[in-house]
């Protein structure tokens, strides 16, 4: 398993910018699917992107156009970058890992193992 704390967090007003940043601890030299969910009060968590050990990148279809997830293997950390911001998008987010070569492909949370305490993204109107 590893350790996983999420940043960046904060408001935002619709059509706005926030890039959210996991910080992870432990052995990173293994296989993971690292991705973002969130989890709007009232639902459940959604997977929104992952990432393969090897580069190849998943998106849920509410954010696709609009986030981009990337990892920088020097500083073991991933990230979330999020433009064009909607009221919808609020929600806690978190950053989790599976180890293993590949994503699941519906980025299931079931399949992660590993789980950040999460990060508040709120997006005003």
């Known amino acids: 398993q590893l350790d996983l704390e999420e940043s960046g967090g904060g408001s935002v007003q619709a059509g706005g910018s926030l890039t959210l940043s996991c910080q992870i601890y432990?052995?990173?030299?293994?296989?993971?699917?690292l991705a973002w969910f969130r989890q709007a009060p009232g639902k459940g968590r959604e997977g929104i992107a992952g990432?393969?050990?090897?580069?190849?990148?998943t998106y849920g279809d509410s954010v696709k156009g609009r986030f981009t997830i990337s990892k920088d293997n020097a500083k073991n950390t991933l990230n979330l970058q999020m433009n064009s911001l909607k009221p919808e998008d609020t929600a806690m987010y978190f950053c989790?890992?599976?180890?293993?070569?590949?994503?699941?492909?519906?980025?299931?949370?079931?399949?992660?193992?590993?789980w950040g305490q999460g990060t508040q993204v709120t997006v005003s109107s």
């Open positions: 432990g052995r990173t030299e293994n296989y993971y699917c």
């Open positions: 990432i393969e050990h090897f580069g190849k990148i």
């Open positions: 989790a890992a599976d180890r293993g070569l590949h994503c699941a492909g519906d980025l299931h949370p079931v399949h992660f193992e590993s």
